[in-house]
């Protein structure tokens, strides 16, 4: 069988079945996903297709003029509504883009309509519709070459090639028109309207594709966002933006597996600012908040790069001395005390911390480190703040710093 047997009726039942389908396909995905802003539109792009397609089959058995109108206004209408659709899913403005695709839509029904209306035969009527597509598709076809972008360069080109294959099939049925026209052009029999309800149906088939692929590929993005702002609230303390107590915790293997291979010594430090309790109550808790945030920045800048900081909870930081031996480490820890009493309050008050220090060795948890480092930060605070306490363990290695 060839396309030059196959007669239209079959062929136009062919098409109405496969639209129908894609525009089932389309909704169940509309009802049942979040498809986000504009899927609905393309919805009711492939409804318009098939209700065209299924009102063209039944003129044969209805009566001519309004099944034509129902029909041919369906297939005009129907390409706006897939440019509508791609403006709001991608959040294109929508004017004045869209008024021009409705007015091209608009008028190319009128001056069909106007032709029927006065009597025009077929071979006029098919000859208006086919410009008028072919101008409805170039228009569109503009747009989807605008939108291409890396992210929607498959989908889109599905579209374009979609759209350019429909463009070339009207462009087909109009050139031996434009000459002249064919008396004996025949709508029901003509070759070209196999080819064009053909190329309707493969074109559709991939415009649904690029459709459900749009939408996958933002539902993925959206979901690469989600997961990265999830991941930096777990891991970043949002008012210092230093490492959040969890995260510290969990980079520490880390960078202990990288010591021990390299040998490499550590030290971890604990401090927390002095009377912060007064500031907060005398000052307010968002002058704490802003100490907080400046601590935090001022001992950011203030380590190596290699190092680790974090906000442990409350008024309390660690900072991890990658590479660090613990002499190094008083020094680094005492210099950072005088640099914290740069900052001062909004009544002009000089902020000090307490800091306890001790040595982390590669193959220990991260609680027996911190528990030696809390006793030496009690300790400061019992010999008065404002200063660095080294814990016992580590004083045969280097003597206390204050
Ligand atoms: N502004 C602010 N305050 C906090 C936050 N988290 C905890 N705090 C307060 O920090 C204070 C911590 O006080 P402590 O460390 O127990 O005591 P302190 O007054 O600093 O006294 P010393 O540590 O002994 O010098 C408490 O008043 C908490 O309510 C926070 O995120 N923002």
């Not at 659709?85 to 403005?93: A, P, S």
């Not at 007015?103 to 025009?120: C, D, H, K, R, S």
């Not at 190596?304 to 900072?319: P, Y």
């Not at 307490?354 to 060795?361: F, Q, V």
């Amino acid at each position: 069988m060839t396309l030059a047997t196959l007669d239209t009726p079959t062929m136009l039942l062919f098409a109405s079945t496969c639209h129908t389908m894609m525009a089932g396909v389309l909704l169940l995905f509309w009802l049942t996903r979040n498809t986000g802003p504009g899927f609905g539109w393309w919805v009711w792009n492939e409804a318009l297709v098939a209700i065209g397609l299924i009102a063209l089959l039944a003129r044969q058995w209805l009566p001519l003029a309004p099944t034509a109108i129902v029909s041919n206004a369906a297939l005009i209408f129907c390409v706006p509504m897939i440019e509508l659709g791609l403006r709001i899913f991608l959040r294109r403005r929508l004017q004045p883009g869209m008024t021009v695709s409705w007015l091209l839509a608009t008028a190319v029904f009128a001056v069909w309509l106007g032709a029927l209306l006065n009597g025009a035969d077929t071979v006029t009527r098919v000859q208006i519709i086919s410009i008028g597509n072919l101008l409805q598709y170039g228009w569109g076809l503009s747009l989807f070459v605008r939108c291409l972008t890396p992210a929607t360069r498959v989908p889109l080109g599905l579209l374009i090639l979609g759209v350019a294959i429909q463009m070339v099939v009207y462009l087909l049925r109009v050139a031996p028109l434009l000459q002249g026209g064919n008396p004996g052009y025949q709508l029901m029999n003509d070759v070209l309207l196999a080819w064009l309800i053909l190329a309707s149906v493969f074109c559709g088939i991939g415009r649904t594709c690029a459709k459900l692929m749009l939408v996958h590929g933002r539902i993925e993005s959206e979901l690469r966002h989600t997961q990265a702002a999830l991941e930096k609230r777990a891991n970043v303390d949002a008012l210092t933006q230093l490492a959040s107590r969890s995260h510290f915790e969990s980079a520490l293997p880390l960078l202990q597996a990288n010591a021990q291979r390299r040998q490499l010594p550590m030290a971890l430090l604990l401090f927390d600012i002095d009377h912060f309790k007064q500031i907060n109550d005398e000052l307010g808790h968002q002058a704490g908040d802003a100490m907080l945030s400046a601590l935090g920045g001022l001992t950011a800048g203030f380590v190596r790069q290699g190092d680790l900081v974090g906000r442990l909870g409350g008024d309390e930081f660690a900072v991890l001395l990658f590479d660090c031996p613990l002499t190094a480490a008083q020094l680094i820890a005492d210099r950072l005390r005088e640099q914290v009493r740069t900052l001062h309050t909004d009544d002009g008050r000089p902020l000090s911390i307490s800091a306890g220090l001790t040595t982390l060795a590669a193959d220990e948890d991260f609680a027996a480190a911190y528990s030696r480092a809390d006793v030496a930060l009690y300790a400061a605070k019992a010999a008065g703040r404002n200063r660095i306490q080294l814990h016992a363990s580590a004083m045969t290695a280097a003597p206390a710093g204050a």
